[in-house]
């Protein structure tokens, strides 16, 4: 099986440690880059942890129920409306759940969809059922854009959750952009992909990424059925990366509810580590094509976002802003293990 393109080198530095009589200390930093993602990082030996966890108090009373435009109050007057060829009734539902187009839109189809008309729900609360509904009211409006016929090839759901990740409201919504062409990191994953078919007598890079993920038995967390889930070997955040792959699904339309059930159960499952660990905050995407496409699987990558206190410091620099490396932290494998219990309940 053709190697995945994981690189690592090991670089020391050396200071006079003032916290231990200015003897000599020794720091080593792993470099490391990712041929599939493209990603540089590097990890670092001493782990960040977040001491405590984050009151969301001061968040509610700078984002009340009463000034919210996804709360029931608002929601009526101040969310946009699709155009009738679209959906007569302007909007997708399932339940609570609602899919509308982003008043600030980032794409030509930028929209925004809500779980439910709760304003605060914490990361221990994302349940796979109060997720559900969310993400099959994205599902629901790929298949109208798919049934419209227009030619779209790409597309992708996505979550600030709180705003240390960028979430502009505190009320839990997910993005979905559907596009023509796609963005750059995707374009980066679907080249990785064709050359390693062309390099490979046509093997798909997943199974073969999955197969020896897991059998290197380090990042791999675990297996759920269609779902793998594993820890990146370089991460693109401070506190790492957790990624997912349907295992045979090469088009967002192979999902299927129970497809779905699994992924969401998997995901509340990293929430509830996530939570455990002080956490408050997250992005994540799922990337899809809309036609099957042999050579990407739906897959998906959530990481962890936090401020660090006294001041509110962010977790993104000038390396990572400026000279596209991450600074890390985490070590993937460490992360790997501390999340394997989780998906043992
Ligand atoms: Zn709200």
């Not at 996530?274 to 699987?297: D, G, K, P, V």
């Amino acid at each position: 099986m053709r190697e995945l393109g994981f690189n690592k080198e090991i670089t020391t530095g050396y200071y006079l440690d003032p916290f231990d009589s200015f003897q000599e200390k020794k720091v080593t930093i792993e470099l490391r880059h990712d041929e599939i993602t493209g990603v540089a990082c590097r990890i670092l030996p001493y782990r960040v942890r977040i001491p405590q966890k984050p009151d969301l108090e001061p968040y509610l009373e700078k984002s009340p129920e009463s000034l919210c435009p996804f709360c029931p109050d608002l929601f009526e007057k101040t969310t946009p409306r699709f155009t009738a060829n679209i959906t007569e009734s302007g909007n997708f539902k399932r339940g609570e759940a609602c899919l509308f187009p982003n008043a600030f839109p980032y794409d030509q189809n930028n929209n925004v969809a809500i779980f439910s008309s709760r304003h605060l729900v914490p990361m221990n609360e994302l349940t796979p059922d109060y997720m559900r509904d969310g993400f099959l009211v994205c599902r629901d409006y790929f298949h109208r854009v798919a049934e419209m016929n227009l030619g779209y090839k790409y597309c992708s759901i996505n979550w600030n959750y709180m705003p240390p990740a960028g979430g502009g409201l505190i009320h839990p919504h997910l993005q979905t952009i559907v596009s023509y062409r796609p963005t750059s990191f995707m374009q980066k994953l679907l080249s990785s992909a064709q050359n390693y078919a062309a390099n490979s007598n046509g093997d798909n890079l997943w199974n073969n990424l999955i197969a020896l993920e897991k059998k290197s038995n380090k990042r791999f967390i675990a297996d759920t059925g269609v779902v793998c889930w594993l820890t990146s070997f370089a991460p693109k955040g401070m506190a790492g990366e957790i990624d997912f792959i349907f295992r045979e699904k090469t088009s967002i339309f192979d999902l299927t509810e129970l497809n779905f059930k699994e992924f969401l159960t998997g995901l509340s499952r990293v929430f509830t580590y996530l939570h455990t660990n002080n956490f408050m905050s997250f992005n994540l995407s799922l990337y899809a094509t809309m036609n099957n496409n042999n050579y990407f699987n739906v897959q998906g990558k959530i990481v962890p976002r936090f401020v660090m206190n006294p001041l509110g410091t962010s977790d993104l620099n000038y390396f990572e802003k400026l000279h596209n490396e991450i600074i890390c932290p985490t070590v993937p494998e460490e992360l790997c293990r501390e999340l394997q219990p989780y998906f043992k309940t």
